[in-house]
């Protein structure tokens, strides 16, 4: 399995965008779905996390304001962000772990939140 992430960019501060995270090959036996991120000079943090039951988990400074999804066949990712702040630039980084365990990676998409 592949992870390819788009949907990246630069916006002001209170503006929305949608990340996605397609897969591509066979995916199955999914535990869980996330999205990270890294901001320049800071560790990798996890912003959300998706279960292949649908239960959601969220970064507290993010609740209320970032969804997560998938599409009905769990090969795509989605992250919703609403009302970014600019403590939200940093690159994102879509992740997919299995039950084998097995942990995939996608290449990451740049978001720059301006005030």
């Known amino acids: 399995v592949q992870l390819q992430a788009s949907g990246g960019g630069s916006v002001q501060a209170g503006g929305s965008l949608r990340l996605s995270c397609a897969a591509s090959g066979s995916v199955r036996n999914i535990h869980h779905m996330a999205w990270y991120r890294q901001a320049p000079g800071k560790q990798r943090e996890l912003v959300a996390t998706i279960t292949s039951g649908g239960n959601t988990n969220y970064l507290d400074s993010v609740k209320g304001r970032f969804t997560i999804s998938t599409s009905s066949t769990k090969s795509t990712i989605y992250l919703q962000m609403d009302n970014l702040q600019t403590e939200d630039t940093a690159v994102y980084y879509c992740?997919?772990?299995?039950?084998?365990?097995?942990?995939?990676w996608g290449q990451g998409t740049q978001v720059t939140v301006s005030s």
């Open positions: 992740n997919l772990v299995t039950w084998s365990p097995t942990s995939t």
